[in-house]
């Protein structure tokens, strides 16, 4: 079982910018981050494989990047010009297969961290 560890989420006001990270304790797996706001579905905010090809979720392009170091074993999605909308439960996933963590979340799970954007 991976274990995965997110930390950085918090309170920032639109237009703010936060930085996630997800310790992971091995190596060599695809990364993701999924979030869900409350009454609403779950959705890919972004993944990236070992080898650092990312993929993002349409509402968050152009505002959040997804990157790794493989040498921490950690994954960071640094989030800026924040809106309301973004507020949600973010958690970190991990799996071999990219695919799995884009179609079904993945296969390990953080505890997620709330990040709250308001005024």
């Known amino acids: 079982q991976v274990q995965l560890v997110e930390s950085g989420g918090g309170l920032v006001q639109p237009g703010g910018s936060l930085r996630l990270s997800c310790g992971a304790s091995?190596?060599?797996?695809?990364m993701g981050w999924h979030r869900q706001a409350p009454g609403k579905q779950r959705e890919l905010v972004a993944a990236i494989t070992p080898g650092s090809s990312t993929t993002y979720g349409d509402s968050v392009k152009g505002r959040f990047t997804i990157s790794r170091d493989n040498a921490k074993n950690t994954v960071y999605l640094q989030m800026n010009s924040l809106r309301p909308e973004d507020t949600a439960v973010y958690t970190c996933t991990a799996d071999l297969s990219l695919t799995r963590i884009m179609t079904q979340g993945g296969s390990h799970w953080g505890q997620g961290t709330q990040v709250t954007v308001s005024s």
């Open positions: 091995e190596s060599g797996y695809s």
